[in-house]
């Protein structure tokens, strides 16, 4: 890898932070050019840090950092552009957190992550536009995994690789990579029916844009089994479950009193 200088500017976005020591935070940023990184904010806790207000969730930031031992070290930051609206509603704050944390699971720190990070960038657009959040939960899902290399195969049986016909009855098996056929005898315990309504909107999440997307009428049985479907496929691929999705399902059928400030599960140090 091309040596970092020792000061560098980059664009970057809050994936997860948490308190260190009296007054410190350590963050985990994405960024378009170098990757994941974790990075420490000195005394950001105090009430005259200057970076404390700007170094926020939810934003895109301009960050200075000094390469570190352990950590990169913020010197600096300046708000690129937050997506404000965003905290507005509950669900779409926990959404939020819920896809830093997918795109936190998917990447190793250093590695290429400019497609994800203008995928998690592009979301966080349209979650502040105001779309509903499990529309775009399940966009971001869907091109996540294309990004993994692991696109859902709907087209065909992910096991004997025949087109999928309308008239047949179709299984979603992640172990897999998608959709098998009821000729095929998939692994064994992979009882999992899929419907012809939830075939089709995982199709329409592979391929329509995000504004046909954004119209799609659909009945709520429908979209809560491709969201089951969905969940499963990733949790399969990063292999093991979001810690942000309990507290999104909680949400869901309650009311909270606040916005998260961060995840709740998030480690504590
Ligand atoms: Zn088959």
């Given at each position: 890898m091309v040596p970092i200088p020792r000061r560098y500017t980059t664009d970057a976005i809050v994936l997860s932070r948490f308190d260190f020591g009296e007054a410190d935070r350590i963050l985990t940023l994405i960024t378009p050019g170098s990757g994941k990184l974790k990075a420490i904010a000195k005394g950001i806790r105090r009430p005259t840090s200057r970076i404390g207000g700007s170094l926020e969730p939810f934003?895109?930031?301009?960050?200075?950092?000094?390469?570190?031992?352990?950590?990169e070290v913020v010197t600096q930051v300046s708000v690129g552009h937050a997506w404000l609206n965003l905290r507005d509603s509950l669900e779409s704050a926990a959404t939020a957190w819920y896809l830093a944390e997918l795109a936190d699971?998917?990447?190793e720190e250093r590695a290429a992550a400019e497609p994800v990070y203008l995928l998690l960038r592009h979301a966080y657009g349209l979650l502040d536009a105001g779309m509903a959040p499990r529309r775009v939960a399940?966009?971001?899902?869907?091109h996540l995994a294309d990004e993994l290399g692991v696109r859902p195969e709907v087209d065909r049986c992910a096991e004997c690789d025949r087109m999928l016909e309308a008239e047949g009855r179709f299984r979603w098996v992640p172990q897999l990579g998608g959709v098998v056929c009821d000729r095929c005898p998939g692994p064994a315990h992979s009882l999992a029916g899929l419907s012809l309504e939830a075939l089709k909107l995982l199709k329409a999440y592979q391929r329509l844009d995000i504004e046909a997307i954004a119209a799609l009428r659909q009945a709520e049985v429908v979209?809560?089994?491709v969201e089951a479907a969905m969940r499963d496929f990733i949790r399969y691929t990063l292999e093991r479950e979001a810690r942000s999705l309990g507290f999104l399902d909680e949400i869901r059928?309650?009311?909270v009193p606040r916005i998260p400030a961060t995840p709740p599960a998030a480690p504590t140090g």
């Open positions: 934003a895109e930031l301009n960050v200075a950092l000094a390469r570190g031992r352990t950590f699971r998917s990447l399940r966009w971001y899902e869907m979209e809560r089994e059928t309650q009311s």
